[in-house]
């Protein structure tokens, strides 16, 4: 579920990370961390462009456990840093962050039809009572809708 509008970005970022995993390659870097039974049973998948950041850092790190160094994803702070120089060049006042995204996609979600049960699979919750929050949002729009209809009337 993605706006046709983004995929070209989301080609332009695949493709400029794949700059970084081949300039990684060459130089013997290009191995991803790896949780532990996916190392085991999938020893040579960390250096694989299937397993590599969609968003990596633009320097490499040294991965504290085994002490190897390697390019990780993009920092949290980094993100939300970049998000609240977006939010506020494009005028934004409320305070924004990118989890507010994530409520705002499955608003629009339910709003366009959906049931709550594809927002839960979305999210790979498994339990519907924390994925239900979304609804409040519909019940007042439901309210405010009925209150202008009557004040219209």
Not at 94 to 121: K, M, W
């Amino acid at each position: 579920m993605m706006p046709g509008s983004l995929i070209p970005a989301l080609h332009d970022q695949l493709a400029a990370a794949q700059v970084y995993w081949t300039t990684d390659r060459a130089e013997d870097r290009a191995d991803v961390g790896m949780p532990k039974p996916l190392e085991r049973n999938y020893p040579r998948a960390g250096l694989s462009w299937n397993w590599f950041c969609v968003l990596p850092q633009a320097t490499h790190s040294t991965d504290p456990q085994p002490g190897i160094v390697r390019r990780h994803q993009v920092y949290d702070q980094t993100l939300q840093r970049a998000f609240q120089r977006a939010a506020i060049g494009a005028g934004v006042t409320r305070e924004a962050t990118p989890h507010t995204l994530r409520h705002a996609f499955a608003n629009h979600i339910l709003q366009s039809g959906y049931d709550i049960s594809c927002v839960q699979d979305l999210w790979a919750r498994a339990d519907v009572s924390t994925t239900m929050t979304y609804t409040h949002v519909l019940k007042s729009e439901v309210v405010r809708f009925a209150v202008q209809s009557m004040q219209s009337s």
